[in-house]
């Protein structure tokens, strides 16, 4: 652990060496003038001199074999165990219970540490609470952080407003500010990403530097890793995206129900759901396209396929619905069918149907529009040959052209050369 008991042997030397400000008598068993109370060898100071209580801190209780050691001029301090708060100088209201705690605190205040090895390395900063063995253990200069569980926070060393509930939540933190940390081993490899939150046991585990994450539930999250703005509720996620929301996994999550959607009216677009799950729009602007082109004599086709009714086998007893049948669909037009993640047909994409539809509509008024052309122009002719009808001598003559105009319409002649001799 970090630099927890590398100095057991170097600071029994010091043990032996002449006190300077020893805060007790000689007898390490009682109190000062000043309020202080050390109870062990060399707590507060005190190695069996009696020249001590030369100092300006009070209010100090120390209890355990060098406890507050080092103490000067700090006020109002609570060290319990082998070497807890062993080198505070000017630190005030700091609570060390543990050996080891805040050990090499010297002018930090206002730190709580409960548990062995909690704080030790922590120097000037203050207002940080670390709770279980090791917790915050390398922090030098980060303060108001919150470390609930062993090994907490073990490796932040200047990061600053970061909670951490959990073994070894935010455990590899140095420098990252502002993270959420709830679970066993929740933003386990953070070293620099900042206000991230993770709720759930190894809840965003493999994340680096990513920032703005937030996480909820068992591993969520666990595979990003260096990603930022992310949502992940009951989904691991995916290393190195951004501004991804996920929620669920397939194929665990089966179904989704969410309130306040049915029947309340909005307007926008319509949403579309992918194989993978992933819900969007369909856009329009012809920024969004390429190659575009008439659909032409694509829609042909469209006459063979086959609109039916039917009744879903999951609500038999339901409505009757229309549609179309998607593996019928596929033999026509392959683009228009929706296929899940392993291939398999799933449902039409009725969306394209309506451009479609429209389009064989368009051929079709541009027929109808040239057949009233023609109708047009022989109903013209029709008139024009009525009006001659009555240049006709005999009624022989208007019988014979009568019938080689009948021979002409049904031949598909022109008649004009009829009605110009006559």
């Known amino acids: 652990m970090k630099n927890l008991y590398r100095f057991s042997l170097s600071f029994g030397a010091i043990a032996l060496a002449a006190a300077v400000h020893a805060q007790v008598p000689s007898t390490n068993g009682t109190s000062d003038t000043q309020g202080n109370t050390g109870i062990g060898s060399s707590s507060l100071g005190g190695t069996g001199s009696t020249t001590a209580a030369t100092i300006a801190g009070y209010y100090n209780t120390a209890a355990g074999f060098r406890a507050l050691y080092s103490n000067t001029n700090g006020v109002s301090n609570i060290a319990v165990g082998y070497d807890a708060l062993y080198a505070n100088s000017t630190g005030d209201n700091n609570t060390a219970v543990g050996n080891e705690a805040l050990l090499f605190n010297s002018g930090g205040g206002n730190n709580t540490a409960l548990g062995a ?238 451009p479609m539809l429209l389009n064989e509509m368009q051929q079709q008024q541009h027929e109808v529009q040239r057949q009233r052309q023609t109708i047009a122009a022989q109903a013209a002719q029709i008139r024009e040959l009525k009006q001659r009808q009555q240049q006709f001598a005999t009624k022989a003559d208007l019988k014979k052209f009568t019938e080689e105009l009948q021979t002409a319409l049904a031949t598909g002649h022109s008649t004009d050369q009829l009605v110009a001799r006559r």
């Open 117 to 354: 090895g909690a704080l030790a390395d922590n120097e000037n900063s203050s207002n940080n609470t670390a709770i279980g063995v090791a917790a915050l253990a390398a922090n030098k200069q980060g303060d108001y952080n919150i470390a609930s569980g062993v090994e907490a926070l073990f490796d932040n060393t200047t990061g600053s407003y970061n909670t951490a509930s959990g073994y070894q939540a935010l455990y590899r933190n140095t420098t990252g500010d502002k993270n959420v940390a709830a679970g066993y081993s929740a933003l386990y490899s953070n070293t620099t990403g900042g206000t991230n939150s993770a709720y759930g046991i190894g809840a965003l585990y493999a994340n680096t530097t990513g920032s703005y994450n937030t996480a909820l539930g068992w591993h969520a999250g666990y595979d990003l890793t260096t990603g930022s703005n992310n949502i992940d509720i009951g989904n691991q996620g995916v290393a190195r995206e951004n501004g991804i929301i996920r929620i669920g996994t397939s194929p665990t999550q089966t179904a989704t129900y969410i309130a306040g959607i049915y029947g309340t009216s909005v307007s926008g677009n319509a949403v579309y759901v992918s194989s993978t799950g992933q819900l969007g729009v369909v856009v329009s602007s012809e920024r969004f396209k390429t190659e575009i082109a008439p659909m032409g004599a694509y829609t042909e086709k469209l006459q063979q396929l086959r609109p039916v009714t039917f009744h879903l086998k999951t609500d038999p007893k339901g409505a009757r619905q229309a549609g179309l049948i998607a593996e019928e669909v596929a033999k026509v037009y392959p683009d228009l069918v929706i296929r899940d993640e392993k291939g398999r047909i799933d449902g039409v994409r009725y969306d394209e149907l309506a």
